[in-house]
Nanobody
C-alpha cells in the first residue's frame, strides 16, 4: 500500500509560479512511476506529467517548457514546479503512484487545488 499526501496548491496570478509536493509512505517508493494528474471542473482527469523509477519524464503538450517534475527517493517525495501559469492550468492536481509490472496498482492522493486568476 502507498499513501500519498499533496501540498503546495493555492491561488496565483497568471504568469506566476507554484510548486507542489507529494509525500509518499508505505512502500518501495523508488520503484514506482510517479505522476501528476489534474481535473478541471466539467472535464476528465488528465495526465500532466510523470517520472519513472529511472528518471524518465513525460509531459503533456500543454505544459511542456513550463512544468518540471522531479523526485527525491531518499525523501519519498515527488515535486511539480509550475512556471508561467495560465488560467487554463486551474484544476485540482492529484499525485499518482503506479507500481511496477503489467499488473500494476494505482494510488492517488487527495488532490490539491491550483487556481490561476488575476
Amino acid at each position: 500500500q502507498v499513501q500519498l499526501v499533496e501540498s503546495g496548491g493555492g491561488l496565483v496570478q497568471p504568469g506566476g509560479s507554484l510548486s507542489l509536493s507529494c509525500a509518499a509512505s508505505g512502500s518501495i517508493f523508488s520503484m514506482y512511476t510517479m505522476g501528476w494528474y489534474r481535473q478541471a471542473p466539467g472535464k476528465q482527469r488528465e495526465l500532466v506529467t510523470s517520472i519513472t523509477s529511472t528518471y524518465g519524464t513525460n509531459y503533456a503538450d500543454s505544459v511542456k517548457g513550463r512544468f518540471t517534475i522531479s523526485r527525491d527517493n531518499t525523501k519519498k517525495t515527488v515535486y511539480l514546479q509550475m512556471n508561467s501559469l495560465k488560467p487554463e492550468d486551474t484544476a485540482v492536481y492529484y499525485c499518482n503512484a503506479r507500481s511496477p509490472g503489467s499488473l500494476y496498482n494505482d494510488y492517488w492522493g487527495q488532490g490539491t487545488q491550483v487556481t490561476v486568476s488575476s
